[in-house]
């Protein structure tokens, strides 16, 4: 079986990651050391921001960065349904209320669209996903909401490396936050995350939460401060990662433009985009009615190819969310989230694992 994702053939395995951790053990630093402070560094450098933090996750990140401009208890906050609920967990443990804006109907990213009718001055911040790699119209939503003097937060889990006009995402809102979960496209041997800012107060505000609300050791100043820290394990790792990023996103756009010419008359869609700038992270692909998703997966199945889907429920569905009862049409968003399956993507796919996968999708018109 071909698998949507295969850690074993990743960096991880390398001689150069096992000498990272092992001189993480020598060190005698565990948690903000020297391993941390390069990082942060060389990854501000990487996007072109002034700071960069390490915090545990990226759900915490999105969490931060709601707090870090401002959002507070009733806060309401736009973003999309179909990401997989992670702005939603966060918003939620703050207490905003989320409103969901629908998604254009192509690449499944916030559709400005249908943004502008939601967007007033009682909005706090705008959630802007970067979802499967593609790179949503940041700097298009970023001037409609500075209109109203809205915070944008780039949630760039799946999109580390991405680009819009030359500018890194995470380095064109307000606040970026990322994901180093071990699949993204950036990944370390366990959880981790980043918040990216070129505000200094909003930096300050950042530095502070992801630390008790310390102002200084001990000296709780801040409300609602929290424990979220980037170990030195997860640093070091991601330092063997970030040289090698730019490089294993070309290859998974590689990978993505073949699939994309051999689905072209196959009856199916292909969402994740193979155009510059984006890196790829999940290949995504729309089945229409005439096929079934089942049908589809379980014909990738008897042909040895593992799916997924991504994500299955959206967040104004979810029971253990709150649902915010709004008058907005999701009507993409409803759609697609029945019709879209994840094929193996990842970059130490064999050529001729991409090429059964290609044939396969060739032959899905025959088939169906």
């Known amino acids: 079986m071909i698998p949507i994702n295969d850690l074993t053939r990743g960096i ?45 996750s990226g759900t915490d990140a999105l969490e931060i960065a709601l707090r870090a401009v401002d959002c507070k ?24 209320e989320v409103i969901y804006c629908d998604v254009d109907p192509e690449r499944l990213l916030m559709d400005p669209k249908a943004l502008v009718s939601l967007l007033s001055k009682e909005i706090s911040a705008v959630v802007v996903t970067h979802l499967y790699g593609n790179v949503a119209p940041i700097s298009l939503i970023k001037s409609m909401c500075d209109e109203f003097g809205i915070s944008i937060i780039e949630d760039c889990a799946q999109a580390a490396g991405a680009s819009e ?9 307000d606040v970026g936050t990322f994901s180093f979960y071990p699949t993204k496209n950036l990944g370390g ?60 996103n070309q290859q998974r756009m ?5 699939y994309s010419n051999a689905i072209k008359k196959s009856g199916l869609r292909l969402v994740t985009s193979d155009q510059p700038g984006n890196v790829a992270h999940l290949a995504v692909v729309q089945v229409s009615k005439a096929i079934g998703r089942d049908n589809f997966r379980g014909y990738m199945k008897d042909l040895g190819i593992q799916t997924d889907v991504h994500y299955p429920i ?11 009862h709004g008058t907005n049409s999701l009507v993409h968003s409803r759609l697609s989230v029945n019709e879209i399956v994840s094929i193996p993507l990842f970059p130490e796919l064999t050529q001729a694992e991409v090429g059964h996968i290609a044939e396969s999708l060739v032959n899905v018109s025959q088939r169906f």
């Open 12 to 56: 991880a395995q390398s001689d150069e990651a096992t000498a990272a951790m092992s001189r993480v053990l020598k060190s005698g630093y565990w948690i903000h050391g020297p391993e941390h402070a390069a990082f942060e560094q060389e990854f501000a450098e990487f996007l072109n921001v002034a700071h960069v933090f390490g915090v545990a």
């Open 73 to 96: 208890q009733g806060s309401k906050v736009i973003t999309v349904a179909n990401a997989g609920g992670y702005t939603s967990i966060a918003a939620a443990i703050i207490g905003c």
């Open 165 to 173: 006009n030359g500018n890194r995402v995470g380095s064109i809102g």
């Open 189 to 248: 041997v366990g959880d981790g995350g980043a918040l990216a800012t070129n505000d200094p107060e909003i930096a300050k505000r950042i530095n502070e939460l992801r630390q008790y609300g310390w102002t200084a050791k001990y000296k709780i100043d801040l409300p609602r401060g929290r424990n979220s820290r980037l170990d030195e394990i997860q640093a070091a790792m991601l330092r063997v990662g970030l040289p090698k990023l730019d490089s294993m």
């Open 254 to 258: 590689r990978i993505v433009e073949k």
């Open 314 to 324: 959206l967040d104004c569905d979810q029971i253990g969310l709150p649902y915010y």
